[in-house]
């Protein structure tokens, strides 16, 4: 996904994030390098919810997911959590990991 | 005329693609260190598709192999109870997430690991409205991780074990590609009807190779007198588009004992008629395994 701005035929840039709500509506900022003319994509929770589910990072910086990522992330009981067991050494990001599908896409821009 | 997305270059950085194909490398190398993966499958529910993996399982550890066993039956997992380790956790490894151990040492990976409880259901996270747009991806990726992040370490047999229909079983063809799939069906017409259907899916839209075919409750095993009586009426000749029938397996009521107890039936009794028909389904089983390993004769 990527945002244009028609009048510079520009390709916008990360402005602001505006947050994710609890039911997993979310907002973002976008803004054209030339114009500085904004705008916000708004996500309902669906639509949220449904790039989650793609079991991909959008973002340049990412970590090897770890195992069982995706279960430990949409089960609402987390059954490896507290376990002991041999940890990997990509463990520490299932748990850790942001519930935002863009979070790795808002870093980048951020920096 | 405004820019199009391949005129802007990159993706943001994110990959899709690449990340896709790690995926699949990731699926790969697991699997690769396991001699024959299994399906399965029946398009009919209650014909005793876990049952059956149940004991083919301990069935093929009794001979010495190393087995494994998915549950891919997200929403009605059955194995972890069936094979005694619902009460047991999987444990997070360097190589991934070690599944519990049966008494026979059979690796296990199921939804049930998974719930807080044994009456917990299975419901992902998520807003429930409109929950057909984000469901089946994640229905497709708990299938991914149980195979790819299982440390199911050499296996000579994975079986997979998956829900009635054939939704699963397409997910699973676009997954990886098993050696073959075992079909499970009762001597009925309605049985042989609907698993006749799902075998044209199968085989001719997805060209997945088939095995062959076990029909369950052949029969009632009565362990009184020791003989095999007719379960169903009598019904016309099976007829599974030409696969072959490489069991018969005659109910015991003792099945359902050992289910329930977390106990194979074939534990405690190989030596009972359909403890025997079990065991040599296994023979049979490995015996066309290895026919289509060695390409002697391709699968049907």
Same mark, same amino acid.
């Given at each position: 996904m990527k945002f244009l701005c028609v009048e510079c035929d520009e390709p916008m840039k990360f402005d602001q994030f505006g947050g994710m709500d609890d039911d997993g509506s979310l907002a973002v900022t976008f803004r054209c390098p030339s114009c500085e003319w904004g705008v916000t994509m708004l996500t309902n929770p669906q639509e949220t919810q449904m790039v989650r589910s793609l079991g991909v990072q959008i973002g340049s910086e990412r970590t090897a997911p770890a195992p069982m990522a995706m279960l430990r992330q949409f089960m609402p009981f987390d059954a490896l959590d507290g376990v002991d067991g041999e940890a990997s050494p990509v463990e520490a990001s299932a748990s850790g990991a942001s519930k935002c599908p863009f979070a790795k896409m808002i870093k980048d821009m951020d920096t | 005329m405004a820019k199009r997305y391949r005129d802007i270059v990159g993706d943001g950085g994110s990959d899709v693609d690449g990340q896709l194909e790690q995926l699949r490398h990731r699926l790969s190398s697991r699997l690769a260190s396991i001699r024959h993966v299994v399906a399965v499958m029946s398009g009919k529910g209650g014909v005793g598709k876990s049952t059956l993996t149940t004991n083919l399982a301990a069935g093929l550890a009794m001979k010495g192999h190393a087995v494994g066993v998915a549950d891919a039956d997200i929403y009605g997992p059955s194995l972890a109870r069936m094979l005694g380790v619902a009460e047991r956790r999987p444990k997070p490894g360097r190589d991934g997430v070690a599944p519990p151990r049966t008494v026979l040492d059979i690796k296990v990976m199921s939804m049930a690991l998974f719930l807080e409880d044994a009456q917990a259901p299975v419901v992902f996270r998520g807003?429930?409205? &409109?929950a057909f747009t984000w469901k089946g991806m994640l229905e497709m990726h708990a299938l991914r991780e149980f195979l790819a992040d299982?440390?199911?370490? &050499?296996?000579d047999y994975l079986l997979i074990d998956l829900p009635p229909g054939t939704n699963q079983f397409a997910t699973l063809h676009d997954l990886i590609r098993p050696a073959g799939s075992l079909v499970v069906s009762l001597p009925n017409r309605l049985s042989r009807e609907v698993v006749g259907r799902s075998l044209v899916l199968a085989r001719q839209v997805l060209k997945a190779p088939m095995l062959g075919v076990v029909e369950n409750m052949a029969g009632y095993f009565c362990n009184g007198c020791l003989s095999r009586q007719p379960l169903f009426d009598r019904q016309a000749e099976a007829d599974y588009d030409g696969l072959p029938i490489l069991g018969r397996i005659p109910f015991d009521p003792r099945f359902v004992d050992a289910c329930d107890a977390g106990r194979p039936y074939l534990l405690d009794y190989a030596d009972a008629p359909p403890g025997q028909d079990l065991m040599g389904l296994c023979d049979r089983l490995c015996d066309r395994l290895a026919t289509v390993a060695s390409a002697k004769e391709p699968c049907l």
């Open positions: - | 807003p429930s409205r &409109e299982t440390d199911w370490g &050499e296996l």
